[in-house]
C-alpha cells in the first residue's frame, strides 16, 4: 500500500476553509456539473457502470449530490442510492437541492466507511480519490461495502495530461510546475494509476477509458482548470509575484485570438468485484 498523502487538496477538508471559498468550491462543483466535457465524461461513466432499476448504489466523495441523483433516476422505483461525502457543509447543500428521488445524505470518510459490507450493487467514486490520504484504502473500504458481483465505477483526473497551446513556449509549464500540489494535488496521475489499483486489488471485468477533455477558450477551460480562472483569488496562487498576471493576460491575448487550447485527460476505470 503506498504512504499517505501528506499534501492535501482543497477538497481535502473543504469544512476546514473559510466559509467564502468552500462557497466557491461548491459552485465550482456545480459549474463543472454542467460543462459538456465532464458531462462526455459522465457518459461514459454511466455506460460502463450500467446502473439497472433495483440496484443499491453508494455515491463515494458525493459533492453536491447531483451525480447521486442521477443514479436514483436509474435505479428508479426500488433502488437507492446513498450520496456519502466527508463535508458537512457540502452534505447539507446537497440536502438543500433534493429532488424527492431515492438518495440517502451521509457525512463519512471514504477511507473508514461506516457502512455493512457488501451493502451495495455497485459504487461511482468521481474526481475524490486525488484528494484522499491513501486511494487504496479509499478502493479497499469501496471493494468492501460491494457485494461479490458488483461494479466499481472510478473516475479521476490524470493532472499530468494537462497541456496548453496558444500560449508562448514553456510558460504553462512553468505555470503547473508552481501551482503542482497546490492547485492540483501532489498525485497528480491519480486517473492513469486506477486501472493498476484494481488490477492489484483483485477486481475482475475491468475496462479503463481514458477521456480528453478539450477547452478551445478560457471562459471554457476555467470551469474545470483552476489555473485559468481569473476569479481565483490571488492569494490562492503560489506562483512568484507578476507570474500569474504574466500567464493570465496569455490566456486572455489566446483567448482574444481564437488560438486558445487546453487538453485533459481524465480516465473512468470499472472492475467487478469477484465472488
Ligand atoms: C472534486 S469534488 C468531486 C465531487 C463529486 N464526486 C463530483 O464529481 O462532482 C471531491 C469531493 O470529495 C469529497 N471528499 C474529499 N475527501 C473525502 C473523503 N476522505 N471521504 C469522502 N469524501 C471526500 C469532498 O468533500 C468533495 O465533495
Redesign the pocket.
Known sequence: MEPAQKERTP??D?DGLPASMSAMLLDA?TE??RHPEIRRVRRVAFEMLAPAPGQRLL??????G??ARRLAREVAPTGEVVA????AS?TAAAVARHDGSAVRYLT????ALDLPSDAFDGVW????LQ???SADR?IDELIRVTRPGGRICL?DTDWSSLAFDGMPSGLGDVVLAHVRGHFTPKQHDMGRTLRRRLVAAGLTDLAAVPVTCVFTSPDSAAVVLPMVNPRVPEEVWATPPGLRDEWLACVEAAGASGTFLAVLTIWVVTGTVPA
Open positions: 477538497f481535502s473543504i462543483l463543472m456539473g455515491d463515494a466523495g458525493s459533492g453536491s447531483e451525480v456519502l461525502d466527508h463535508s457540502i463519512g470518510d471514504v477511507c467514486c468521481e474526481r475524490v484528494h484522499v490520504e479509499a473516475v
